[in-house]
C-alpha cells in the first residue's frame, strides 16, 4: 500500500449535526482522528479533493498521512467512510492513528488475476473468499492482495495457505485451510441433471392417476 497518499486537514472545535452541515454546504467534510490513549481530535477535509484521491484507489482502507500544516503530519489508516445513501457522496470520515513501527492488524483484500485453464477447458471460477486479516507493519500494508489464478484447473481449491505473502512481513491470522476460490464444472450441468433424475421419478406417476381414475369410475 502506498504510504505517500497526502491529505490535508485542519481541526475543528466545533460539533453536532447542525455543525456539520454547515461544514458540508462549504465543501468540507467532517472527519475525526482516533489516537490510542489519547482523545479523539475533529478534523475536517477538502470534500472534492478527498473524493478525487478515492477514485485512484481500488480499496478504502487506505494507509495515509495526514498533514495539519506548520509541519505537522500523523499517519492514520481510513478506518470507516460514512457516505449519503442515495447520492453515495462522503459525509464522515474516521482515521486511525499508527505508529509505523507497531504491527496492526488489518482486513486486506484479496484479487483473483488471469484466466484459470480450467476456465479455458469449460469450467467456472468461484470466488469464495474476498479478504484475509493479516498481522503486519504499516508500511507492509497491501491496498490489495493480487493472486494469479491462470494456473488452476478444473477440481482445483486455492486456499488461504497457497496466498502469496511473505511470512517474514504478514502473520496471517485467517484459518489457511480456508478456500478463497475454485474452478467448478458448470452447474448448468448439474441442473441438467437433476431435471433429468426428477422426470426419471416421475415416470410412475401415470399410474397413481390410473387408480384414481378407476376408483372414480366405480
Known sequence: MSGDIRIEVEKRETTGTGAARRLRREGLVPAVLYTHGETATGLQLKHHLFEQMLRQHASESL????????GETRNALVKEIQRHPLGGNVLHVDFQEVSMTEKIRFAMPVELTGTPQGVKNGGVLESLLYEIEVECLPGDLLENLEVDV???QIGDNLTVADLPLD???YLVLTPSDIAVAVVDMPRVEE???ESEEAAAAGAGEPEVLSERASDESA
Open 150 to 152: 491462470s494456473g488452476m
Open 191 to 193: 441442473e441438467e441433471e
Open 63 to 70: 494507509l495515509v498521512e495526514l498533514d495539519f500544516g506548520s
Open 167 to 169: 511470512p517474514e512481513r
